[in-house]
């Protein structure tokens, strides 16, 4: 009788989540619609990814290889685009990042350390809050076209009847297989997302919220406050990609191997369309940490050497070669990455005075 | 009854030898601390512990975080593995349960008293390394994970919640000692089956193939009380953490209380 009764109050949990969903009368279209026009939508909760790529740990490259290669829990407040917060919890602490209209502070508890970055930059590394659920979800969305979707059933997830999508890429060389989203179907906030990358069963990223309320957080919340025991500092290049924006003498073309340029100005820019991505920066050799990546296999082509990291969804190419070091990356095959690496040897890059 | 196994407890030297290792562990460390300067690298080592040198307002939930994965549930299974399989070795239970004494009384004096060491041992604890912390490094502000330091008045709920929490985590490792108890003459057994039960849940917690179960793992929210140190305080974990102990204590004295009633002691 007891065991009884204590089983059950464990199952309890369980239980609740087999209470049948109330299933979302939405077209495919008109999810993606709402899907992309909710980045207005308050919201506060907990959320955790889970992410397998396994990519090295290079200095510099801040939390990247953390948050692509293990669990991350994210608390997070959100009232708009340019005010919010996301903690990064840690089994001891915290890493908060509070982002006003003019930039972001960013706070690390074990250090007890805030720094200031004005305005936002163009290009970036990624950061645990591109992988809450709605940033995550509107940047898949935004690419896909009508064919592309497909409705999945309706699963309750932190309290929401959360309406399924299916984005499928029609064949642009991406390494992306499909991308699963979930959202609410009256704001169309997105609560799960689930990416399987080519070649693969089981997703390779995942991001779900545990916890969600759909209001407008206090602005005691949002707002950061330096304490006085805290250390703290300014800085215009708070990551790798920054920096190199920021510092590098280099000019990357508007266009290499057939890929647009769709972001940056100088020496760090993204490339490409749709799911097929690159990153690329440029730098003096000097500044590039190539002993690190002595674990990574090396690739032959036209140039003094260079280092590939390869995932299922995201691969990477370090490229050394007169003087400067050439770092390309996304979700493209590495095949693809060697040939824009090897076109933009040929084009060259221009140095500014 | 319970005034009985209570001051029995209380006049055992081994109760206080365990409470006075329990206690001393902290001081050790913080002492280390004092002497060397060298604290943990920033976020790393046990919760707060890197931030200690600064402030000992912060020690006694350092402390409670030192003590908390091994030394403090070891201490909890000696004393309440010992409760019942004790009194069998000694040959006293049968003693006991001849006088008019149920045994489902017995059984529940034998559990408060745990608990009341488990709560003696947790405040005790936390107190000497507040005392500890003072003495060392000086009382500031009670600083926040999040940042900003928290309110005098909210200090004193969040530690006070924290000594509950870490007391109430503990008499889940109690319960199953007292229930492997039931089933042996032998004390040592009862420990290392409670200290078993342990070991099993914080390596499954460990894995990332048995994410599955570790929301029903026994020490999967132990350190959670760090959560009452976040603004805001995040509730989730403590209070799953609270009703998952609940659970496990239900489950463990049902079944221990199962056993020891039917079992055949007196012949």
Known sequence: MVVAVAAAAALIPSALGLVPVSKAAVSAPSLLRRVLASAGVSYSGLAESFAGLSLPDVEGAGRLAAMFGEQTRMRVWYEGPTLWRVDELTPIGERDLYRDPYGTWYWDSGRRHATRTEGEGTVRFARPADLLPPELGRRLAAPASPAELSLLPTERIAGIDAAGLRITPAGDGTTLDHADLWADPASGLVVRVAITARGMKEPIISSSFLDLEQRRPASSITSFELPEDADAHFSEAPDFARAVDRYSPYVLPETIAGATKRAGAGAAGTYGRRFSLIAVLVLPDRFFPEDRLSALPEVGGPWDSARLAASPLLNALTVVDGGAAYVLGGTVTPDRLVAVASKLLDQGVAVQR | ?267
């Open chain 2, 1 to 267: 009854m319970f005034a009985v196994e209570l001051k029995k407890m209380l006049l055992r030297p081994r109760t206080w030898v365990i409470i006075a290792l329990l206690a001393g562990l902290p001081v050790l460390v913080a002492v280390l601390l004092r002497v060397t300067g060298i604290g943990p690298r920033p976020g790393e080592g046990p919760a707060f512990l890197a931030q200690v040198l600064g402030n000992g307002a912060l020690f006694p939930a350092a402390a409670l975080a030192l003590i908390l994965p091994i030394f403090l549930p070891i201490a909890v299974s000696v004393v309440a593995g010992e409760s019942i399989a004790g009194e069998n070795s000694l040959g006293t239970l049968r003693y006991l349960l001849v006088l008019p004494v149920g045994r489902t009384k017995l059984l529940i004096a034998k559990l408060m008293t745990v608990t009341v060491f488990v709560f003696m041992a947790v405040f005790i604890v936390a107190v000497v390394a507040y005392v500890v912390g003072a003495s060392l490094f000086g009382i500031k502000p009670l600083p926040g994970v999040s940042g900003a330091a928290i309110a005098a008045e909210d200090a004193t709920w969040r530690t006070v919640v924290t000594v509950i929490y870490v007391a109430v985590s503990m008499l889940g490792v109690a319960a199953a000692a007292l229930l492997f108890s039931t089933f042996t003459d032998s004390p040592l057994a009862a420990v290392f089956g409670a200290l078993a039960v342990l070991v099993t849940s914080q390596v499954l917690d460990l894995l990332e193939a048995g994410r599955a179960v570790h929301p029903y793992l026994l020490t999967h929210y132990w350190l959670a009380f760090i959560d009452l140190f976040r603004f805001p305080v995040l509730w989730r974990d403590v209070v799953r953490g609270f009703l998952l102990q609940g659970v496990y204590i239900a489950l463990l004295l049902g079944a221990a209380w199962a056993n020891f009633t039917t079992k055949d002691i007196t012949s």
